[in-house]
């Protein structure tokens, strides 16, 4: 397969400008400054522990408004492309399609990372106002949902090429979203199921991602920082190649 580092860069840069001038990409901030702002009244209602829940929640907001966000583009990254003919055009230049989907996952990752970077530095704004420090697992913790989403965003990707849907595609990475955030309790369900349901949660077991192990703000007992970005570099080259392979046998 041919690939064109020059064509990705230059697909992931034109995604990326796209998706900032876009109207709901300023109906994300105008959100994430309204999630800064219910942050600090909750931390007014708990003054023994504010500091506590104005990081609790500014992570937890920022995370769901990030996923709900990348979720929807991711979905519509390419079929919406496809839908109204853009591709054609694109290809038609040449651009190998391997450059073409690497261009759209590189500009999906950098998307995800600028509004985790949004969304953290508001959230650290509220909190050097009020007079508390960040912290360092404050850090790893938006790090860990930089991956866990980006993984989510890739999956989403994935799910609407192969059901060449971009609702289906979100609903497919809508449930991994849950399945995974669930892996604890789908093991005990597989442990005790037998025949078809165990093979069922199997399946979702070791198909669908375990985000558990990037929720650091919610347990420091899993296995670092390091396990989760290795986990995540595993799950990005292989969605990254079936996105790609997926797209390459599509006929155009």
């Known amino acids: ?31 994430s400054l309204l999630s800064a702002y219910v942050s600090s009244l909750l931390g007014l209602m708990a003054v023994d522990e504010e500091r506590k829940i104005l990081i609790d929640f500014g992570l937890a907001a920022g995370e769901i408004s990030v996923f709900s966000f990348m979720l929807f583009m991711s979905s519509l990254a390419v079929n919406k492309e496809m839908e109204t003919k853009t591709v054609y055009l694109i290809l038609a230049r040449p651009v ?15 998307l995800c990372a600028l509004l985790m970077f949004a969304v953290s530095a508001v959230n650290i704004l509220v909190l050097l106002i009020k007079g508390y420090p960040a912290g360092e697992g404050y850090f790893s913790a938006i790090f860990a ?69 990037f929720n650091f703000r919610d347990s420091a007992s899993y296995q670092g920082l390091g396990y989760s ?24």
């Open 229 to 252: 970005f290795v986990y995540f570099l595993c799950y990005f080259f292989v969605l990254s190649l079936i996105s790609s392979f997926i797209f390459s046998k599509k006929e155009f």
């Open 1 to 31: 397969m041919k690939f064109k580092i020059s064509a990705a860069a230059a697909i992931a840069s034109n995604f990326l400008k796209e998706q900032i001038n876009s109207k709901l990409f300023y109906f994300f901030l105008v959100f």
């Open 96 to 110: 190998p399609r391997t450059s073409y989907i690497f261009g759209k996952i590189l500009g999906l990752t950098g």
């Open 145 to 213: 949902s930089f991956l866990k989403i980006s993984i989510a965003s890739l999956f989403a990707l994935a799910a609407s090429l192969i059901t060449t849907s971009s609702f289906s595609g979100m609903i497919i990475s809508l449930s991994a979203w849950i399945f995974g955030h669930f892996s604890s309790e789908v093991r005990f369900l597989a442990e005790k199921s037998i025949g078809i349901k165990k093979f069922f949660f199997l399946f979702f077991m070791n198909v669908m991602p375990n985000f558990q192990i």
